[in-house]
């Protein structure tokens, strides 16, 4: 039996990886084929991603977080704790993978000091603002 981690604490969930409980008294017919048509999807998913190279998949992740630290910064009120975390949990990834991120890696270096020299500029302007 494997569980499911959530913020709520951790649930017991039956049967394996993309499988789908077989029966279960509160689900329609067609809710039971969405969630066996979700399944295989899934199934499908993983399929894919195991052929893709690993360090492509995290550079896709690491982008992932730069777009969110660019998000929380380009509000019209930025939210530099958000923006921060992005950055701190950006950097993080990029330090534990140093050299292993292949060729994309050193645009994800420049990426990254972008970004932070942005939050320091956008930091300065919302300092400005508050106290002018």
């Known amino acids: 039996m494997s569980s499911l ?8 969930v039956d049967g394996g990886p993309g499988q789908v409980p077989t029966e279960d008294p509160g689900l329609t017919a067609e809710q039971e084929q969405a969630l066996a048509d ?9 399929q894919q ?8 998949v995290v550079t896709n992740h690491v982008m992932g977080l730069y777009e ?5 910064l380009n509000r019209e009120d ?14 993080g990834a990029m330090d ?8 994309h890696e050193a645009t994800l270096v420049d990426a990254r000091v972008q970004l932070q020299m942005a939050f320091v500029s ?8 508050r106290s002018g």
């Open 5 to 12: 981690w959530t913020p709520g604490g951790e649930h017991p």
């Open 38 to 46: 979700a399944a295989t999807e899934m199934a499908a998913v993983r």
């Open 122 to 129: 956008v930091a300065n302007w919302v300092s400005e603002q």
């Open 49 to 56: 991603l195991l052929g893709a190279p690993v360090e492509m």
């Open 68 to 72: 969110l630290a660019a998000i929380h």
């Open 96 to 103: 534990a993978c140093k050299g292993r991120l292949g060729e």
């Open 78 to 91: 930025p939210d530099l704790v958000s923006a921060r975390l992005a950055i701190d949990a950006l950097g």
